[in-house]
């Protein structure tokens, strides 16, 4: 049993691509964790996708023994994504270790990472990696760096993860900066779960940082959270794959074999305390909210059953993942899905084609709303316009709305702000890490963020502005559904939220690009944008002509005209009772506009 006194719990925090995933590859071989000839390139990210990909998308701990120390370590994501990630970390560990790139110095996420691990109190170690690239500047950066942590340039540790250099550095300052863990060993115990997983065999698997007391296999637990009690079947630390042990103490990293079946029984942020004994649960972390949502479709109708059973099977192992059965007109029978964004949602989409071979078709991405209806005293939380309800009920929309930053070279200031206004952009403030480096924030509504506004904002600045945000809140706002008729029938699909003011251009967009795609049929077919009860925008397919006089070789001009009559009346009646099949490639054309 380690004493609380040698043992460190850290994180590594920084932006997206900066190294953190190959530091700690050089922190397993410093430490002799991992042998050479097991090593490979990002060891703690597990999926294929992870390194295919050159990202962390689930956050990973090991333990590392180190001079005689026990080195906790969690590993994180860096995309603004799965910034819930970093905070479940941040609250397990007491230090971080905040990498910089030396080429491209700090950026958006690196700010907002770094704000997270001030208000969690850790103590910060700054290191500037990737000293060793030809364009690296590591005065500019150091300099960025020491103005941004109120600090002296020389307790700035120059790093090269790939090369192996500075890493001694590094792990002697986690001993002497990172305090021990405060914790209360002859306590009752209490353990904060921070992640969990699921494995066939074993069942629901729990990672914890135990903060008082400990715990064994064979005891009787309870979760405070969810009331819940079970026996532990197993404990053990990430070594980083799961060595079992006798015990887990307080201070320390480990995991649980709880004996739950099920991930949702054992929430991220719950408290694990023996059972039959009333304690206090520990500060838990906020549960994570999906922020998009969309249609998730088999591209074949019979790969229903596997599309259920992948979305099961990756949400046993993801707990932000959510889905509810949806269907549609044109894509048949599919599900809601929700996301933490659109890198989360590509993940997904990716991983049900590679690992449970069900290519799927997405829907345009949407956000959650508040409705408040007349004389309710909670608002109506609804995923898509289908769920609005009656116009004359409503009161007040509210949207989502983010904090954005822009981190960008001063000189592109004016375009970075131009680019905002037509996202509906409401400015901030203006600060300043060095001349020339500036960060923007804004408030955004963050369904006018999700498809096109980190492509424009690089486009902008040349590729080198960043972009970070985070959910503020949710404010009012003109919204109203817009929907579409084809031959007079509504298609649920294709119905959208848009602002008042924007419902004219929206939906003439919207009919227009259907009139270019929808195969003619044999009557003219309308086509209208309405808004409650008015049409906002229409068109007309002109009907396929049909020479029903082509068999006709003379004769009385009286049978053409008994033919043409016919066909005329038989027209009237498709036109009021006929009915349109919209083709899917018609159907995702209206949506991505």
Known sequence: MTSLGKIRNFCIIAHIDHGKSTLADRFLERTDTVPRRAMRDQYLDQMDIERERGITVKLAPVRMDWRGYQLNLIDTPGHVDFAYEVSRSLASVEGAVLVVDASQGLQAQTLANLEAARRAGLAIIPVVNKIDLPNADLPRVKTELAQLLQIDQRSIIAASAKQGHGIEAILERIITDVPPPAGRPEQPLRARIFDSTFDPYQGVVAYVRVVDGRIAPSMNIQFLGRQATSTVQAVGQFHPQLVPTS?????????????????????????IAPAGIRLDPLTGYQPVTPMVFAGLFPADGHDLPRLRQGLEKLRLNDAAITFEPEHSPALGAGFRGGFLGLLHLDIVRERLAREYQVPITITTPSVAYHVWTRGAQHPLIIRGPLELPDAATIEQIEEPVVKLDVLTPSQFIGPVLETVRPYRGQFLSLGYLTPDRAVLHFSVPLASILVDFYDHIKSVSAGYATVSYALSGYRAAELVRLD???????????STMVYQDQQYPTGRKAVETLKSLLPRQLFEVKIQAVVGGTIVAAATVPARRKDVTAKLYGGDVTRKRKLLAKQKRGKQRLRAFGKVDLPPSAYLAVLKH
Do not use: M, N, S
């Open 247 to 271: 015990t887990l103490t307080a201070g320390e990293i480990g995991y649980v074999v709880t004996g739950l079946k099920t991930v949702v029984e054992a929430r991220v942020g719950d408290t």
């Open 484 to 494: 579409i008729l084809i031959a007079g029938q509504r298609f649920e699909a294709l």
